[in-house]
């Protein structure tokens, strides 16, 4: 079972940049897709991004494609996504997703309910 740790959010002005980080644990990280699905006040949780088991493919989200970048270390148990041209309509908690089905294709599920959250998720505010 994988465990994760989201880090890098906070407050930023908007068309400002952010980093933020996924620390997991568990032999198995490498065979799973992952992804950045965010959820703002009032409103349901949301793809933003998501890559496959080998890094070789990635989907974005219409609303972040050209301003986020999601990469993944192997090696490391890490994913990250870059936000740049950061807006206020980004404002949201930003949570680290592990695909609950191993693909062995370059599918990657935009349904929250195709993955598990086990992160605590992190604050990203951009103020206008």
């Known amino acids: 079972q994988v465990q994760v740790a989201e880090s890098g959010g906070g407050l930023v002005q908007a068309g400002g940049s952010l980093r933020l980080s996924c620390a997991a644990s568990?032999?198995?990280?490498?065979?799973?897709?992952l992804a950045w699905f965010r959820q703002a006040p009032g409103k349901e949780r949301e793809f933003v991004a998501g890559?496959?088991?080998?890094?070789?493919?990635?989907s974005y989200s219409v609303s972040v494609k050209g301003r986020f970048t999601i990469s993944r270390d192997n090696a490391k148990n890490s994913v990250s996504l870059q936000m740049d041209s950061l807006k206020p309509e980004d404002t949201a908690v930003y949570y680290c997703?592990?695909?609950?089905?191993?693909?062995?294709?370059?599918?990657?599920?935009?349904?929250?309910?195709?993955?598990?959250?086990r992160g605590q998720g992190t604050q990203v505010t951009v103020s206008s």
């Open positions: 568990g032999r198995t990280f490498s065979s799973y897709t």
């Open positions: 997703a592990v695909a609950n089905t191993i693909y062995y294709s370059d599918f990657i599920s935009r349904r929250s309910l195709d993955y598990d959250y």
């Open positions: 890559i496959t088991r080998s890094g070789g493919g990635t």
